[in-house]
């Protein structure tokens, strides 16, 4: 006989991975898709109108059926059913390859290190990206008041910076709150640019044959040289590809992958064949095709929805650098920043200050600086198309190194991935002076900045190799005298497990005792993004109540050493948090002519070491149980 129980509950489990399905894929679509659906809003602007293209019949079925084609081929075949593949235990984002290639290259340091900084260098262009996007995107949307009436012209920065400024004063109280409206919202963004797409599409039909990729190669056969410089426009309709990867961990593949296809992709497609139409109707409609697509009643509420996508896709991209800013600092490329919680019940949504301020300040300077979506429109592309080769370049050692592909379907699916990204790229590359530059400029300060706080970090711990005692070998001779021992547990760090840290050197030396429990901490990062659990500790007894303790964490994971150290009772090693003291070294860099970098670079380098957050608020330890133990350490 049939059990009726096991029935329902197969249908309930049926029912509730649906609905998780559905729900993540809302999710995906306010969070994910928020900039590559909006780039609507000035992409074929940008084409037509800033580079001054002609409109006639062959141009728009050209344009048309090349923004189709670029989003079939970099969005749903390499980002969508490609990248989304090379995941870092689940995880996604230029970090989590970088992470996932590099071990597998273990046995090669040289190439190892060359992808190294690709990666990097692939991070810090990330940064450049994020302080173009908000300013275009919402510069974009405002700028269709321009449309309803010329009076509004001089309103649209001081308006655009007023928004802009709300957002980022918002950062500190989260997105918890205002998350859920993500999806809904975007939801509602992409009905109605579908909706407006399709009312143009009936009045002009013939536009669907921009779909046959015969117009798009009779486009570039006929103006090669027109088609190089367009194509740095073009490749606007895929800005925020990237995010598809990088919010993979947050929603994963299969709903990221199910919101392409079935939400964003059709509606996206079909905006743009109604802007091709408008043009074919209207030629004059070049200056803002995709605000003069919209019905006079319908103008100033399509703004407000407009501003409001741009606003949310604003948001994930600065939530976004939270995240990666983050994991950065954890993989030792970037110093400690502070770093604040903004759900108790939600690890990921932290909000950075500093990362907040600056970007704020760029964005502003952005604006400024160029004024109109169109102008910014010349900046934008370059960060995102050389972001597509790095990730080209990663995704081959994925396929060979990883997945262990055939060598020959390894390079020929990278050939035709960069034959494909280097089309854009050359062509962005004609940008730079246009305003190419500003964001290519973050990059390489940001460049700069994280390899000499990677390579000033190496110095320390060599210089500190080189002078240090072994610890086992310590503890054997105070022990041979002992001091007095005072009550409570000593919680010493260091990041080098076998050697003596200086707090306890220092401790000794002034205090001259020696407490009932001593703990030597050392804190590992690993290319991973989570750590399990149960390995998060590894204790090695040393005699005399003295335990070395690691403490492992991945790139995601949150660091709360307290709560790491919970479990030693399990290694009968018991912590009375009321007893229970955090010795720290502090030590001051001092620039010194010894060998090692540029005298430059070890001054910036002793500037990012004094203005780091302190370690203690770093690893969320109880301030009133943290002592810190000055030092110099010369490099």
Partial sequence: MFDGGIILRIMDQNTQHKSSVSALMLGAIGIVYGDIGTSVLYSVQTVFHLNKLPVNEANVFGIVSLFFWTLTL????????????????????????LALVSRSLTDQPKLRYVLLLL?????????????????????????????ASRAFKEYVIPLTLIILLALFVFQKKGTAGIGKFFGPIMLLWFLAIGALGVAQIVQRPDILQALNPLYAMRFVAAQPLTTFFILG????????????????????????QLAWFFVVMPPLVLNYLGQGALLLREPGATANPFFMMVPKWALYPMVGLATAATVIASQALISGAFSATKQIIQLGYLPRLQILHTNEYESGQIYMPFVNWALFVAIVA????????????????????????????????VMRHVWKW????????????????????????????????????????????????YRGRQ???????????NLKEFLQSVFAAPPQ???????????????????????LKHNKVLHAQNLFVALHYHEVPWVDVQERLKVHPLGNACWQVEVHYGFMDEVDLPKALAPLHEHGIELDPMRTSYFLSRD???????????????????????????????????????VEMGGKVEI
């Fill in 74 to 97: 970099i969005v749903s075949f390499k980002y969508v059913l490609m990248i989304l593949r090379a995941d870092n235990h689940g995880e996604g984002g230029l970090v989590a390859m």
């Fill in 406 to 453: 055939h060598v020959v379907v390894a390079l020929a699916l990278t050939a035709f991935f960069l034959a494909v990204d280097g089309a854009f790229w050359f062509s962005n590359m004609a940008k730079i002076l246009e305003g190419g530059w500003f964001p290519l400029f973050i990059a390489a300060v940001l460049f700069v900045l994280m390899l000499t706080w």
């Fill in 233 to 256: 426009a073009v490749v606007l309709c895929v800005t925020g590809g990237e995010a598809l990867y990088a919010d993979m961990g947050h929603f994963g593949r299969r709903p990221i």
């Fill in 119 to 147: 990666g990097i260098a692939g991070a810090c262009l990330f940064y450049g990206d994020g302080v173009i996007t908000p300013a275009i995107s919402v510069l974009a949307a405002v700028e269709g008041l321009e449309v």
């Fill in 366 to 397: 952005v604006v400024i600086m160029f004024r109109t979506s169109e102008n910014l429109a010349g900046a934008y592309g370059i960060a995102v198309t050389t972001n597509m080769v790095i990730t080209s370049i990663m995704a081959y050692f």
């Fill in 485 to 507: 021992r005072v009550a409570g547990t000593a919680v010493f760090m260091h990041p080098q497990d076998v050697s003596v840290p200086n707090a306890l050197l220092h401790n």
């Fill in 459 to 469: 110095l320390i711990a060599e210089k500190r190799a080189g002078n240090s005692l």
């Fill in 588 to 626: 001051t860099v001092v620039s010194t002519d010894q060998p090692g970098m540029a005298r430059w670079r070890e001054r910036l380098f002793a500037q990012m070491h004094y203005n780091a957050t302190s370690m203690a608020a770093y690893m969320s330890l109880p301030t009133n149980a943290v």
